[in-house]
């Protein structure tokens, strides 16, 4: 069983700046795609980003796409999420999430993910 910890959340005022962490444990983490996921209030979790194993390839979510910014380093078993000029729409309990099929690609449905970490709250005020 892999074991997910998310990091870096805070309360940013709009067009503010965040760096999301995620450090991964109980998997081979270099063999698994990794996504980022959020949950605003009073709306259903939605997909914001992943990359495929080798850092490679990425997808976005519409909204966020030339604002945030995936990557991850297999060395040290992270997966990061830059997020630039933040809005308040933003707002939500960010998770990061491994894709459950070894060398599988990156997939925005959370059923293609296995093992989800407790979340980091994100803020942004108008």
């Known amino acids: 069983q892999a074991q997910l910890a998310e990091s870096g959340g805070g309360l940013v005022q709009a067009g503010d700046s965040l760096r999301l962490s995620c450090v991964q444990s109980g998997r081979t983490f270099s063999n698994y795609a990794m996504g980022w996921f959020r949950q605003g209030p009073g709306k259903e979790r939605e997909f914001v980003a992943n990359?495929?194993?080798?850092?490679?390839?990425?997808d976005y979510l519409d909204a966020v796409k030339g604002r945030f910014t995936i990557s991850r380093d297999n060395a040290k078993k992270m997966v990061y999420l830059q997020m630039n000029g933040l809005k308040p729409d933003d707002t939500a309990v960010y998770y990061c999430?491994?894709?459950?099929?070894?060398?599988?690609?990156?997939?925005?449905?959370?059923?293609?993910?296995?093992?989800w970490g407790q979340g980091t709250q994100v803020t942004v005020s108008s």
């Open positions: 999430a491994i894709g459950r099929t070894y060398f599988g690609p990156p997939s925005r449905h959370e059923p293609d993910y296995d093992y």
């Open positions: 990359i495929n194993y080798a850092g490679t390839t990425t």
